[in-house]
């Protein structure tokens, strides 16, 4: 089974056991509801907003996010 995840963008800060900052990305994760009854006919599958660690490709990410963005905002094309 595939595990489909959906990057939000949305961010927040925690600290760490030592003192330091740490960043959090929101993902959106489809996982199985087990509240549905079993049957060929019904997705059991239901989105789960998910907050983790970032990652170095994470920070890329956000900033590719934020580029698109100011550009879009200015009437340019968006990079890919």
């Not at 600290?15 to 929101?26: P, R, S, T």
Request: without cysteine; hydrophobic residues 40%.
């Amino acid at each position: 089974m595939s595990r489909a995840i959906l990057f939000t963008g949305n961010t927040r800060h925690r600290v760490n056991w030592f003192g330091k900052m740490v960043l959090q990305v929101e993902e959106i994760v489809y996982r199985p509801d087990l509240a549905l009854p079993l049957s060929p006919f019904v997705d059991r599958m239901r989105p789960v907003e998910v907050w983790r660690d970032a990652t170095q490709h994470d920070m890329h990410t956000l900033r590719l996010l934020d580029l698109n963005a100011k550009r879009k905002a200015a009437g340019e094309p968006p990079i890919e």
